[in-house]
């Protein structure tokens, strides 16, 4: 995940569950599992059983398996909250972000819109268009220029070509693909469509 770098508290966690679902685990396999170097992985386990929240259980020189404690549970579950915590924060901060351009988009007179990018931008703003009702906004459908999806529905709603849209009744096209934000808005423009009526959602 691009904005949740692995933290000491988040391999904690990551630790503490596989450790509980996989007792008989490896320390090759634990540092995968925390993206964490092997030379650091007894450095974590140590730690843990120093505090109470694991127990090592020798079954030869070379066996060992692991076995998380009743403090080590609880440990876990703080951990796991906290993070779901922090994770609905952000969702929440970007949930505010997309309503706020979405209100910018309706005060320009632009209401019944059309959606160029099928991709997890729009799907976010449906949903977030949808969780507010009075935003204003009305998505009609959604445009893209992959063969596969045209035709299909993402959402409920239908994924069309760009040389529907004539047929189709709107206000504005908003560019939701930030990657190839400059290729949609030249594809538009090449195809008469009026520049004041495409929209680039995340701005110039």
């Known amino acids: 995940m691009r904005f949740f770098s692995p933290t000491s508290d988040l391999k904690e966690l990551l630790l503490l569950q596989h450790i509980e679902d996989n007792s008989e685990t490896s320390q090759h396999i634990i540092a995968k599992v925390i993206n964490a170097a092997a030379s650091m992985v007894n450095f974590y386990i140590n730690r843990l059983e120093k505090?109470?929240?694991?127990?090592?259980?020798?079954q030869s020189a070379k066996i060992v398996h692991y076995n998380i404690t009743?403090?080590?549970?609880?440990?876990?579950?703080?951990l796991a909250f906290s993070y779901l915590r922090e994770l609905i924060d952000v969702y929440r901060l970007a949930k505010e972000n997309v309503l706020k351009s979405v209100e910018s988009?309706?005060?320009?007179?632009?209401?019944?819109v059309l959606l160029y990018g099928a991709g997890e931008v729009a799907e976010t703003?449906?949903?977030?268009?949808?969780?507010n009702k009075d935003s204003g906004l009305?998505?009609?459908?959604?445009?893209d220029d992959d063969k596969a999806k045209i035709g299909t529905e993402m959402l409920g709603?239908?994924?069309?070509?760009?040389?529907?849209?004539s047929g189709i009744n709107h206000d504005a096209i908003i560019i939701t693909s930030y990657t190839y934000e400059e290729d949609i808005s030249k594809k538009l423009m090449e195809a008469g469509y009026p520049r004041d009526r495409a929209v680039r959602f995340f701005g110039r």
């Open 70 to 78: 009743h403090e080590g549970i609880k440990r876990k579950n703080y």
């Open 105 to 112: 988009i309706v005060a320009k007179g632009y209401r019944n």
């Open 138 to 143: 009305n998505i009609v459908a959604i445009v």
């Open 125 to 131: 703003i449906i949903e977030v268009v949808r969780d």
């Open 157 to 165: 709603y239908k994924v069309v070509s760009i040389n529907n849209i």
């Open 51 to 58: 505090k109470g929240y694991l127990k090592r259980d020798y």
